[in-house]
């Protein structure tokens, strides 16, 4: 897995990681000085959290159509350069409209992150492999959620929140630099020659089918609707999480900063042993096909998650509070390498940037729609109560349609 080079591009998509949600973090952790400062309402800043995913969708599909025409390199590239540049625009920010403009601008700049780390793994690593790989390189999102509680933090209670939005743009120019010096587009030699009895992608997706014939399919569209509920859960964690411990639970902004930390340490060790656990149950029960291993993962786990941050809502006190979110959110990242692993399963290489960048659209719309409603339901409610059980009643009819709707994708005859 780590040889041949493979070892440098997983290290390179492992730190992209950690400087994407690093950055996206970045907002949340500050949002009550910013609230403070530019005099903005729960509802506005609602809003402002969603207007990156109004950027951020859009573009993880155009991002996944240009991995497949400009290849993963370039296309990561110029991602790293714009996101980059728009997390450090922020300083400029002076109300709540220029806040928005800066955020969807900056949200444009990340969407192609995903889809282009899935291409690369795709380009790099044998079947059997890809899974563990994705939950690994993945695995640096929590990261860096969990170091930008206590980076921005520090950064914005000694010097202003303002300087935080520089210091990790600077970031990730360097990563962008290094990136496009030393990593390689596809690595030498063909990764099916390593591999020549795992082929089953290859050989369940014979000659060249057309990108619009995938978006009909119903696995995509239903493993789109998981994802979907994923992402509502996860951005309902990222954007709110930390206001939610200052308003709601009554801690300073330093208490919260440390402990947001810890459900992000749990979705680290989850989305890392994730694709891990796929693999092994896909090796396990290869009789059964390679999706029966992935809904397994998939649908016992996102169940769980739904569960914890349900009842996360519900308890008395703020370290069972805490620890339901660090659970759910462990649970959560079990899952992630899985959606993924579902279309690089079942769709042709030629089409495997632009399907999971439709796939990941579609379930991004999802931090369009969730931070503004969870705003609105507070303001109007004065409660976080009906958010976290919207949050988890919606993860649980998705992953029980799952198990309905995912199947083998059927070539036409």
Known sequence: MFSNGRGMIIAFLFLAGVINYLDR????????????????????????FSSFSVGYAIFNFLGGMASDRWGAKLTLFVAM?????????????????????????????????SATINKMVNNWFPANQRASVVGLTNSGTPLGG???????????????????????????????????????????????????????????TEGKLKFTFYLKQKTVLFTALAFFSYNYILFFFLT????????????????????????????????????FVSDFFFKKFAQ???????????VT??????????????????????????????FLYLTGAIYWAIINDVVDPDNVGS???????????AGIIGPTLTGYIVDTSGTYTVAFLLAGGLAIFASLAVIRFVRPIVKPA
């Open 301 to 330: 786990c996102l169940f769980l998650s739904a569960v914890c941050i349900g009842f996360a809502g519900i308890v008395t006190t703020t370290v069972s509070a805490v620890t339901l979110v660090a659970l759910s959110v462990f």
């Open 240 to 275: 709110w999480f930390p206001s939610y411990l200052v308003n709601a639970r009554g801690l300073s902004v330093e208490n919260m900063s440390i402990i947001t930390v810890i459900p992000w340490i749990f979705g680290f060790i989850g989305l890392a042993l994730g694709g």
């Open 146 to 204: 969990a170091i930008a509680g206590p980076i921005v933090g520090f950064i914005a209670i000694s010097y202003g929140w303002r300087v935080s939005f520089i210091a990790i743009m600077i970031i990730g120019l360097i990563w962008a630099i290094c990136w496009w010096k030393f990593a390689k587009e596809k690595p030498n030699e063909s990764i099916e020659q390593e591999n020549p009895g795992n082929s089953y992608v290859a050989a369940a």
């Open 355 to 365: 399907v999971g960048g439709f796939m990941h659209f579609l379930a991004n719309t």
């Open 81 to 113: 350069i714009v996101w980059s540049l728009f997390s450090g625009a922020l300083v400029l920010a002076v109300g709540f409209a220029s806040m928005i403009v800066i955020r969807i601008l900056f949200g444009m700049g990340e969407g192609p992150l």
């Open 25 to 48: 973090s970045a907002l949340s952790i500050a949002a009550p000085f910013i609230q403070d400062d530019l005099s903005l309402t729960a509802t506005q800043m609602g809003i402002i």
């Open 288 to 298: 059964k096909g390679v999706l029966f291993s992935r809904k397994l993962v998939l």
